[in-house]
């Protein structure tokens, strides 16, 4: 179940903190070593973001982060 968060907005700080826990989340079930993916924001599209593994990079749309923090939030 998905929880509305009215009073929550998430900023691009927000956002590369869930990215930092999620990496360090990998790090305790993998026995791999993987550095922070570079992380970048966009404002324009429909879509809320990608992941480009082959140029170690993720990208978010801040626009629809803001508006939808619940759907960006962990």
Do not use: C, W
């Not at 930092?20 to 924001?41: N, R, S």
């Not at 992941?51 to 962990?74: G, Q, R, S, T």
Request: aromatic share 10%.
């Amino acid at each position: 179940m998905l929880i509305k968060h009215e009073n929550i907005q998430m900023t691009p700080n927000d956002i590369i903190s869930e990215v930092k826990k999620t990496v360090d989340f990998a790090h305790q079930i993998f026995p791999i070593i993987m550095p922070l993916p570079k992380i970048e924001f966009f404002s324009r599209g429909r879509r809320g973001g990608s992941a480009h593994y082959e140029k170690h990079k993720v990208e978010f749309n801040e626009i629809l982060a803001k508006e939808n923090p619940d759907k960006f939030h962990n």
